[in-house]
């Protein structure tokens, strides 16, 4: 008993000591507090040979500008005028406006501090006409970082009509807590109103068709790579298929594709019910789609010949769960719509695009691998059991995760227009699906006539 009261007596001090330090020690002195959400606002103009960028920066994003203050922390107004033009260049250097891939230089700034309740970025005509008109009085009381940041910027341009874009690099480390609301005012057409967040980068403010193409094929490639549940899916779906069962895969993959391509450009196009029962239903059932394929697989892996008999209409059971994730990425696609300008169907099919890009990057790495892997056939079987039980007890517990949320949201009563839809959009693949396997049978059929008939 000594000699372990011994080998424990300093570890058991030096936790205790550990533990005194953790408790007692001060907090280290808090630094100025950053708000949830800050939000900038701007517009963008071009009129005649001028291009007009007007923006508001809360003042707490202008830490650094060293704006003469007085008592607990209230601006010097009087004496602003030198840090007004820093806070000019600092804001320039960091929201940058292009002319056709040029950037543009202003030649002329007006700034000005604003009150908390000021309105006046309401409309573009208010903020210029607030910004241009005669400052706050030197008397008025402005707290550090509770009012504004307004300036109006001006740069020389060849056409109205040329190519602009705005880059936003402000704060990119703030980006889930930082937004600016930008407003885009064309010579001719609607106002295009985008929300882009901290560090976002070069933003079309009229993107042509080329550049939403460029644009949604990136963000589709993206999606399905950042996605763990689709990979998941996909994942389920790729590693039964060897690689001389390629154009089996094909047929698979395809029908996914055309599938969610229906859901998506429906979501695009509002054919979907709106309320909010509807994207935790559709989160649940994605988890329910991985958990069926990898539970498939297991009993597939497993029966005599149950790998030919459930992989030969994996494709319909795809289409289906295809459905169901085209839903999934449309909620994410939501958001980025905002980007397409007037090419909405052409950036859909873009994303859809991207999106089958990334599906064949996963195929050319998970099938040589699982051919690698799994060489011999009963090692073979064994593995993909294996992989399957693991991502089924993941898509397991995201069921249960997700399923919960269903019970604190308002279900709607019977809905006929949308029923109609969801009812057209889930039978489309099994009206193909069953014209495919007549006539495949048919030609089967045809076949086997045509070599008998000789023999009799």
């Known amino acids: 008993m000594r000699r372990i009261y011994?080998?424990?007596e300093w570890p058991v001090r030096l936790s205790l000591a550990v533990l005194a330090v953790l408790v007692f020690a001060p907090a280290p002195a808090p630094a100025h507090d950053i708000p949830n959400q800050i939000v900038l606002n701007g517009f963008v103009k071009p009129q005649g040979q001028k291009l007009h960028f007007v923006a508001r920066v809360p003042l707490i994003m202008l830490t650094g500008m060293d704006l003469p203050k007085k008592g607990p922390g209230y601006l010097v107004l009087d004496r602003i005028d030198e840090g007004l033009q820093r806070s000019i260049a600092a804001t320039a250097r960091e929201i940058g406006l292009f002319e056709d891939g040029v950037a543009l230089r202003h030649t002329k700034a007006v700034a000005r501090i604003s009150l908390p309740s000021d309105r006046s970025f309401e409309s573009y005509a208010a903020a210029l006409a607030s910004i241009e008109g005669p400052p706050l009085p030197d008397s008025e009381m402005v707290f550090w970082n509770q009012g504004?940041?307004?300036?109006?910027?001006?740069?020389?341009?060849?056409?109205?009509?040329?190519?602009?874009?705005?880059?936003?690099?402000?704060?990119?480390?703030?980006?889930?807590?930082?937004?600016?609301?930008?407003?885009?005012?064309?010579?001719?057409?609607a106002v295009r109103a985008y929300e882009i967040h901290g560090g976002f980068g070069r933003l079309a403010l009229d993107p042509r068709w080329h550049q939403a193409v460029w644009s949604f094929v990136k963000l589709g490639f993206s999606h399905i790579l950042d996605g763990i549940d689709h990979l998941l899916f996909l994942l389920c779906l790729i590693v039964p298929f060897g690689l001389r069962q390629f154009w089996k895969l094909a047929a698979v993959v395809t029908s996914f594709t055309v599938a969610h391509s229906i859901t998506l450009i429906a979501s695009a196009l509002g054919l979907v019910p709106a309320g909010e029962w509807f994207p935790p239903l559709v989160e649940t059932l994605i988890a329910v789609s991985i958990l069926y394929m990898a539970l498939e697989n297991i009993v597939a892996m497993l029966r005599d010949r149950g790998e030919e008999r459930i992989l030969r209409w994996r494709w319909l059971v795809t289409g289906a769960f295809g459905l169901v994730h085209g839903f999934g990425f449309s909620f994410a696609l939501k958001q980025d719509l905002?980007?397409?300008?007037?090419?909405?169907?052409?950036?859909?099919?873009?994303?859809?695009?991207?999106?089958?890009?990334?599906?064949?990057?996963?195929?050319?790495?998970?099938?040589?691998?699982?051919?690698?892997?799994?060489?011999?056939?009963?090692?073979?079987?064994?593995?993909?059991a294996i992989l399957s039980a693991f991502i089924a007890h993941t898509a397991w517990h995201w069921m249960l995760e997700r399923a919960p949320d269903l019970g604190y949201v308002d279900w709607p009563g019977f809905e006929r227009e949308w029923t109609v839809v969801l009812i057209g959009l889930a039978a489309l693949p099994v009206l193909l699906g069953g014209a495919a396997w007549l006539t495949v049978r048919r030609l089967g059929v045809r076949r086997h006539i045509g070599q008998r008939r000789p023999a009799e």
Do not use: C, W
Request: glycine residues 8%.
């Open 148 to 189: 504004y940041f307004d300036v109006h910027y001006e740069f020389p341009i060849r056409s109205p009509d040329s190519d602009f874009a705005l880059e936003f690099q402000v704060a990119p480390g703030l980006s889930g807590r930082l937004k600016m609301i930008l407003r885009y005012l064309p010579p001719a057409g």
């Open 338 to 384: 905002q980007f397409a300008g007037d090419h909405l169907l052409v950036s859909l099919l873009s994303f859809n695009l991207g999106v089958e890009l990334g599906q064949l990057l996963v195929l050319a790495l998970v099938l040589p691998a699982t051919a690698v892997l799994f060489r011999t056939p009963s090692f073979r079987r064994l593995g993909i």
């Open 6 to 8: 011994r080998v424990l």
